[in-house]
């Protein structure tokens, strides 16, 4: 190993160890997951429950389990220097009735097993383990260096295991579980579609999102995404500015100047496996579930790819952090409020970001600041600054991304007499606690507008960011001339305010049931 290997491995070993343990002063119980939570249904009115007797309730009626879990079995994670086990799919999502592939690297060399669960309600438990691989092996395998003009990362490892999904398993988020017999553990997230079914809400996972946020391998010396990339020893010791920020602060990347302008999903995910910011999905999900919605599942891709069919649903749930999207997906998702199909945004700052992918969808690319060189094309950039395509956000969403927050902020009520708000006791002004964090939107007054035949901003939270300018969060919700209903949450913390038991309020999952039912009719 170089010397420049070795420093900057010795500093990913830092840098881990410190930023983990400060996100865990910081965050446990966003690291731990939604947790048991109670019957959601508990206190609400009939008048917004649904009816129930689907797929769903009968799938979340069978005996869940907890040990998908990290820590369940005295498992424990590996890291990305060491890469003791990880692994990811062939694909973001599969039908029903196809098969996806798992590439696995073991080091060293050992045998493992794959633990496949779905994710749910099921009486609290969170999951249901639905399949158990035969004992697998597997060796080490090559980290590649990133592509020099793009930083894209992207593997070539052996397949492990093929899964052939069973035509009877319901949609679904699904984890497959990798635990090598040493007792370390990653996870490998994919989606389980149904494209002949219909049902009353569509949820789409946010796997574009996933990837241009995944920093794998986080190890100190290759890992890119598109906000992030490591700097080398010696650029370090030649910039007076970068070797401040190792010694001040430890940390192994710079911004803009080293991230990647393309992101492969042929790669894991970094750390444990699950993408950045999963809990979010994890809550709504139990919590859709544990209510007894009538759901079927998704990802971003599928809706670029065009293998999602609006007409089958009243409505589409944007369940996570949604900021990178293609032409398609936009064409796609205004098409379906065009023809009365509902959508729900329950973070903020989706669509923010004009992605592009190959012909095979498995690279992505954001070129951001830098220049993009497919000038024939859309450039890659803000939706909202696109050069010859400037479209603002909040022209499909109603608000649209106004900035970044630091710590958790009370929501503040506005329009309480809107029938969202209904049976809530809530009234203007009243705050609910500490469910505005993370990233905010706000109604730009100055910005086009979504066409309307009624908007209602259901919160006014005032909010200042790093540099002192101050905004006014806004929670909405609008009408469309073909009667669809257009939700955007606004915060990223109201899927957590839905479904995890340190921030769950029932005065949200009042209001959420009551835009459900509307959108149900």
């Not at 395998?141 to 020099?148: A, E, H, K, L, N």
């Not at 070797?243 to 790669?267: C, E, L, M």
């Not at 902020?409 to 329009?415: A, N, R, T």
Request: glycine share 10%; charged share 20%.
């Amino acid at each position: 190993m170089s010397s420049t290997s070795r420093f900057l491995r010795d500093l990913a070993k830092k840098t881990n160890t410190a930023s983990a343990a400060r996100a865990v002063l910081k965050a446990t119980h966003l690291k731990s997951g939604p947790g048991q939570l109670g019957d959601p249904r508990a206190g609400l009115p009939a008048s917004v429950l649904p009816a129930g007797g689907n797929r769903i309730t009968a799938e979340n009626a069978k005996a869940g389990s907890a040990d998908w879990r990290m820590g369940a079995g005295k498992s424990r994670p590996g890291t990305d220097h060491e890469r003791q086990i990880k692994g990811y799919a062939s694909t973001d999502s599969v039908a029903v009735g196809e098969t996806v592939d798992f590439h696995v690297a073991a080091e060293p060399a050992g045998s493992f097993t794959v633990s496949v669960y779905r994710l749910g309600y099921y009486a609290g438990a969170s999951a249901r383990r639905v399949l158990v691989s035969p004992t697998l092996t597997a060796g080490p395998q090559p980290v590649p260096t990133p592509d020099p003009e793009t930083g894209r990362i992207a593997v070539e490892w052996p397949v492990a295991w093929t899964l052939d999904i069973p035509k009877d398993w319901t949609s679904g988020t699904y984890v497959a579980v990798l635990d090598k017999a040493d007792g370390f553990r990653n996870y490998v997230p994919f989606v389980v579609r149904d494209d002949e079914a219909s049902a009353d809400f569509l949820v789409v996972l946010p796997s574009t999102s996933w990837q241009a946020y995944n920093w794998w391998p986080r190890d100190g010396i290759t890992g890119r995404n598109v906000y992030y990339g490591y700097v080398t020893k010696e650029a370090a010791e030649s910039d007076s500015a970068l070797k401040a920020k190792f010694s001040a602060d430890a940390r192994g990347w710079i911004s803009n100047p080293a991230r990647a302008t393309q992101v492969s999903f042929a790669r894991p995910y970094f750390a444990d496996g699950l993408p950045d910011g999963f809990v979010r999905e994890q809550s709504f999900i139990q919590w859709a579930e544990g209510m007894g919605y009538d759901l079927a599942y998704a990802t971003g891709l599928d809706l670029h790819a065009g293998r999602i069919d609006p007409a089958k649903y009243r409505g589409l749930i944007f369940a996570g952090h949604d900021e990178y999207w293609s032409t398609d997906m936009y064409r796609h998702a205004e098409e379906a409020v065009a023809a009365g199909t509902s959508l729900a945004f329950l973070t903020a700052n989706n669509a923010y970001w004009h992605v592009r992918y190959d012909d095979s969808t498995r690279t992505m690319s954001c070129y951001k600041g830098f220049e993009d060189p497919h000038v024939e094309d859309f450039p890659t950039g803000m939706w909202r600054a696109g050069e010859g395509h400037p479209r603002a956000e909040q022209q499909l969403m109603g608000v649209q991304y106004s900035g970044i927050l630091k710590g958790r902020h009370p929501l503040v009520v506005s329009e309480a007499g809107h029938w969202f708000w209904e049976g809530t006791g809530l009234k203007d002004g009243d705050e609910l606690p500490g469910l505005l964090g993370g990233e905010a939107d706000s109604f730009f007054e100055a910005m086009p507008k979504a066409k309307a035949e009624e908007q209602a901003l259901l919160t006014a939270s005032p909010y200042t960011i790093s540099n002192g300018t101050k905004f006014v969060q806004n929670t909405s919700v609008y009408r469309a001339p073909s009667g669809a209903w257009v939700f955007t949450a606004g915060t990223f913390l109201w899927p957590l305010g839905l479904g995890h038991l340190g921030y769950q309020d029932k005065r949200v999952t009042r209001a959420m049931a009551n835009f459900l039912s509307r959108v149900k009719g």
